[in-house]
């Protein structure tokens, strides 16, 4: 099966730093990335949808200048916060769709970044 | 606007039956998935219905009415691995996650 990769896995940093996560599909291309952020015990928020090669389409209420997405290529997509704050911290999913078998438009979700701002 | 809505929350015993009901409101509707996610972990896709009618995955199956704007996800012969919260998610131009309903399976 289809298999998206994370990195890190989790991250713990000071406040006013900027974070960098990977999201990486290993054995198919994917044209689409989606960016969520999940808080404890509640829903998957998407955040933003990435297209190889254009700018990320941000969901209302997703400030593109502090959570920045770069798909640069069939295979990566990464989601850098900037200047994180403690509100920031949270548990970042990517997921990819592309033409990995698995029937109609099946997202693949990578294992997830915990990111924790002191 | 778009929303779905699942209970919050179910508790059910080994080896028993159980069903997870969703009931959605979108527009650009291509069909409904399931999802499983463990505490700490990422989400793993279960099952999707395009059509209406029952999907069946092992002990898992997903049924979809378009007309009713209406899915649930049955679960049989529960195990406590089952333990998990279940996201019924509308597929369209994007997916749209509901907020999860919590399985508790109890010996």
């Known amino acids: 099966g289809a298999v998206v990769s994370q990195h890190p896995s989790w991250v713990i940093c000071k406040s006013g730093t900027s974070v960098k996560i990977e999201c990486r599909s290993l054995?198919?291309?994917?044209?689409?990335m989606f960016w969520y952020r999940q808080f404890p015990k509640q829903s998957l928020m998407l955040m933003a949808t990435s297209n190889e090669g254009s700018k990320a389409t941000y969901e209302q209420g997703v400030e593109k200048d502090k959570f920045l997405i770069n798909h640069a290529s069939l295979t990566l997509s990464t989601l850098t916060v900037t200047s994180a704050h403690p509100e920031d911290s949270s548990f970042y999913i990517c997921?990819?769709?592309?033409?990995?078998?698995?029937?109609?438009?099946?997202?693949?979700f990578g294992p997830g970044t915990r990111l924790t701002v002191l | 606007g778009q929303s779905l809505e699942q209970p919050s929350e179910v508790t059910a015993v080994e080896g028993a039956i159980v069903q997870i009901n969703c009931t959605y409101q979108?527009?650009?509707?291509?069909?409904l998935s399931w999802y499983q996610q463990h505490d700490g972990g990422a989400p793993t896709f279960l099952s999707y219905?395009?059509?209406?009618g029952l999907e069946e995955t092992g002990r898992f199956s997903s049924f979809l009415s378009r007309s009713d704007s209406y899915g649930y996800l049955l679960l049989q012969e529960l195990q406590m691995k089952d333990s998990a919260s279940y996201f019924c998610a509308v597929e369209g131009f994007k997916t749209i996650f509901g907020a999860g309903t919590r399985l508790f399976v109890k010996a």
């Open positions: 219905n395009a059509l209406d």
């Open positions: 979108t527009s650009g509707f291509y069909g």
């Open positions: 997921s990819a769709v592309g033409e990995a078998s698995g029937g109609p438009a099946t997202q693949y």
């Open positions: 054995d198919f291309q994917a044209t689409t």
